[in-house]
T-cell receptor, first 110, second 113 residues
Framework: DAKTTQPPSMDCAEGRAANLPCNHS???????VYWYRQIHSQGPQYIIH???NNETNEMASLIITEDRKSSTLILPHATLRDTAVYYC???????????FGTGTRLTVIP | DAGVTQSPTHLIKTRGQHVTLRCSPI?????VSWYQQVLGQGPQFIFQ???????GRGNFPDRFSARQFPNYSSELNVNALLLGDSALYLC????????????FGNGTRLTVT
């Protein structure tokens, strides 16, 4: 699986959009970009995934660059409950052996 | 619907002992995966089981073993516990072996003294 690089931490004001970047310059053609988040004392929670097209669901939007070497997870209106560690993972579809890395710790500030 | 449930939630063991952790997947999910999360790190893959067979194994010693039962629940066993085995052990389920996303439980916090 391709390695991903994320900033260790970010802050975001409550109500504003949170934009979390991820670099995956060695991603292969059959690897998807997955995002999970982990709120303190809980297990990771799936957010969204995509291959090359932008994706949106009720939780977030995923923007993948045309060359697929980087992506951005967007939380449109961050709330205090969005404070968590966000993991960007490159993996083949259906892979269960996900490599989580250390993620980005997002803190939403009132 | 109940999510992935794990038991116990917390456990304290002594070096050299063994431990059994249990996981019940979401109803209808046939695949179970185990992850270890050391403090300050992301989860690390240990095992995946599907239809009672091991489908994947991470870089963990033979002291770690697991099994899956006919009802798709699973156990993770760790023998000869070391201090370094102290971690949060996470179980995740999915519909099939090659199906995402993974649905995680809230883990078992194991402390080895």
């Amino acid at each position: 699986d391709a390695k991903t690089t994320q900033p260790p931490s970010m802050d975001c004001a409550e109500g504003r959009a949170a934009n979390l970047p991820c670099n995956h310059s060695t991603i292969s053609g059959n690897e998807y970009v997955y995002w999970y988040r982990q709120i303190h004392s809980q297990g990771p929670q799936y957010i969204i995934h995509g291959l090359k097209n932008n994706e949106t669901n009720e939780m977030a939007s995923l923007i993948i660059t045309e060359d697929r070497k980087s992506s951005t997870l967007i939380l449109p209106h961050a709330t205090l409950r969005d404070t968590a560690v966000y993991y960007c993972i490159a993996a083949q579809t259906g892979a269960n052996n996900l490599f989580f890395g250390t993620g980005t710790r997002l803190t939403v500030i009132p | 619907d109940a999510g992935v449930t794990q038991s116990p939630t917390h456990l304290i063991k002594t070096r050299g002992q063994h431990v059994t952790l249990r996981c019940s997947p979401i109803s209808g999910h046939k695949s179970v995966s185990w992850y270890q999360q050391v403090l300050g790190q992301g989860p690390q893959f240990i095992f995946q089981y599907y239809e009672k067979e091991e489908r994947g194994r991470g870089n963990f010693p033979d002291r770690f073993s697991a099994r899956q039962f006919p009802n798709y629940s699973s156990e993770l066993n760790v023998n000869a516990l070391l201090l370094g085995d102290s971690a949060l052990y996470l179980c995740a389920s999915s519909l099939q072996a090659g199906n995402s996303p993974l649905h995680f439980g809230n883990g078992t916090r194991l402390t080895v003294t």
